[in-house]
């Protein structure tokens, strides 16, 4: 089971942008399709985006399409989610995920292992 760890989260002004690493631990991180998902105060834990274990095929959250790109490297067992554009609602904890399955998947349920989560933050 691979372990996950978040980073580059911060503060940025709207528009702008960021960039999230999610490391992950192990020699397996090529046979887990990768996820992340965020979660603002008070609220429920949201899809963002996916990606295949090959990195062949992406999914992402309609609030999210054309502003934010997922991608892996499986040398470095590393997901990054690349965010421009960034809007004051995107303000969340955001969370990489792992999930044993070819395909990407929006269902947070098929997740098996989560990292800690980085905070980011878009101010007005």
């Known amino acids: 089971q691979v372990q996950l760890v978040e980073s580059g989260g911060g503060l940025v002004q709207a528009g702008g942008s960021l960039r999230l690493s999610c490391a992950a631990s192990?020699?397996?991180?090529?046979?887990?399709?990768m996820g992340w998902f965020r979660q603002a105060p008070g609220k429920e834990r949201d899809f963002v985006a996916a990606?295949?274990?090959?990195?062949?095929?992406?999914s992402y959250a309609d609030s999210v399409k054309g502003r934010f790109t997922i991608s892996r490297d499986n040398a470095k067992n590393t997901v990054y989610l690349q965010m421009n554009s960034l809007k004051p609602e995107d303000t969340a904890v955001y969370y990489c995920?792992?999930?044993?399955?070819?395909?990407?998947?929006?269902?947070?349920?098929?997740?098996?292992?989560w990292g800690q989560g980085t905070q980011v933050t878009v101010s007005s």
């Open positions: 995920a792992a999930a044993r399955r070819v395909l990407p998947s929006t269902n947070g349920n098929e997740y098996d292992t």
């Open positions: 192990g020699r397996t991180f090529s046979t887990y399709a």
């Open positions: 990606i295949s274990r090959s990195g062949g095929s992406t």
